[in-house]
């Protein structure tokens, strides 16, 4: 049974080495830090054991919430857990006030916007060359949710 906690900078060496085996391009140790210290969120979720299997980071600016970075360790995917750290990004954002969430995804990442879309988020626009990739850039797909009364 895996459980989501809240984590603080004290995590951010266990959160980079996770990120490490999520991204290309992870966040450090210090991005985390410094995440906590601009005063974002950052849930975790633990197996049993107390093992961090996934992670989300995402900040509140006045009714407005934007999901930061997200990731579920290789050996934990297809489990339905990014979609239940998502679902509690969800449900806290909504609690702390937030009447939409907003995300930037990579375009060429289809497995994560369809777990967006499934959430209920629509694509709303696009960055060019807003990613770094191993041959250049790569364009960011602007997502949003609308979080008010009557959306799931």
């Known amino acids: 049974m895996s459980a989501i906690t809240v984590l603080t900078a004290e995590h951010a060496a266990e959160l980079a080495a996770l990120a490490a085996q999520v991204a290309d391009y992870p ?3 210090a991005q ?26 995402w900040s509140l600016v006045l009714d407005e919430a934007e999901l930061l970075d997200i990731g579920v360790a290789p050996t934990a995917r297809r489990q339905g857990l990014g979609a239940r750290l998502l679902a509690e990004v969800i449900a806290t954002a ?26 209920g988020f629509v694509v709303t626009g696009r960055r060019k060359g807003y990613y770094p990739a191993p041959d250049g850039r790569e364009d960011a797909c602007l997502m949003d949710k609308p979080l008010g009364d009557g959306h799931d």
């Not at 985390?32 to 980071?57: E, I, K, M, N, T």
């Not at 909504?94 to 777990?115: K, Y």
């Open 27 to 29: 966040w450090r140790a």
């Open 32 to 57: 985390f830090v410094d995440s906590c210290a601009a005063g974002h969120q950052l849930l975790g979720l633990r197996d049993g054991a107390g093992a961090l299997l996934g992670f989300a980071v």
């Open 94 to 119: 909504r609690a702390a006030g937030a009447t939409r969430l907003m995300l930037e995804v990579r375009a060429g990442n289809q497995a994560a916007q369809a777990l967006y879309q499934r959430a």
